[in-house]
């Protein structure tokens, strides 16, 4: 490959990486929406320890 394939080719490739970058970071800001209206942290339930609660 050599000349405009090869560039074109990279160009492609190039803009899908960005694409798929952008893709991930929506995916992580929904994912946090989803976890702080659960109310939990990082998937696990936020709870006050039972020796501490009494």
Do not use: C, H, N, Y
């Not at 990486?17 to 946090?32: D, F, M, S």
């Not at 696990?44 to 501490?52: H, Q, V």
Request: net charge positive; hydrophobic share 45%.
């Amino acid at each position: 490959m050599t000349g405009i394939f090869k560039d074109a080719l990279v160009s492609l490739l190039a803009t899908l990486a960005k694409q798929e970058k952008v893709r991930q970071g929506e995916r992580v800001k929904a994912g946090l929406v989803r976890t702080v209206a659960k109310g939990t942290s990082s998937g696990l339930r936020l709870s006050i320890p039972k020796w501490l609660s009494r």
